[in-house]
């Protein structure tokens, strides 16, 4: 959502990224509280304040789908339609989110993916569209998000840096986290290149 508070904390973090050398930035559409009905998307208005900002500061803006039912945008052709129409300038980009993809059931994988944060799931016996921040751990093979098959696609599709993003408590608890980021690793290497 854009509004005049929303340009300013803009102005700030970008400028912020900027000075640190920081070369890009994530943004995350709105997700309405539990209960509510998503909020309209507010991406055309927030890119066309985005676009001078980013684009005088030398910083890219990553938009981040977030899968949820509540999100104002859960897929990556909402984005990437938005893009197409101011000519694809290269100071936007996609971040795909493992989580995020596999909860929207987003079939597109976007060329303009810059950034890849993955997570896994286990069985918890739930719906997808019930799956929350909480559930997201390391892969591994218990994961029913199809991680490997997501990775094997983006390969094609982003030369982008990747990153672990789980927030399920007993991951950053856990006594043995160095070892844990090892075998996930291992994990999704060993498939992702046989």
Not at 30 to 49: N, Q, W
Not at 118 to 129: A, I, N, Q, R, T
Not at 168 to 187: F, H, I, K, M
């Amino acid at each position: 959502q854009w509004d005049s508070e929303r340009e300013q904390q803009a102005r700030t973090m970008v400028e912020f990224a900027a000075a640190a050398s920081i070369g890009a930035v994530v943004l995350c559409p709105s997700v309405a509280p539990v209960g509510s009905p998503a909020l309209p998307t507010g991406l055309p208005a927030a890119l066309d304040g985005l676009h001078p900002i980013l684009e005088n500061a030398g910083v890219r803006g990553l938009i981040e789908p977030l899968g949820f039912p509540r999100s104002s945008i859960r897929t990556q052709d909402v984005v990437e339609a938005e893009f197409s129409r101011r000519g694809n300038p290269s100071c936007f980009g996609i971040v795909h989110d493992s989580f995020h993809h596999a909860i929207a059931r987003d079939p597109l994988y976007s060329t303009h993916i810059a950034l890849v944060h993955l997570s896994g799931v286990p069985e918890f016996g739930l719906p997808l569209e019930e799956l929350g921040d909480e559930h997201r751990v390391l892969v591994g093979p218990d994961d029913i998000l199809g991680n490997i098959d997501q990775a094997r696609r983006l390969m094609g599709v982003t030369e982008g840096p990747w990153s672990f993003e789980p927030f399920a408590s007993e991951v950053g608890e856990s006594p043995t986290l160095a070892q844990d980021l090892r075998s996930s690793l291992a994990y999704i290497r060993d498939r992702v290149t046989t």
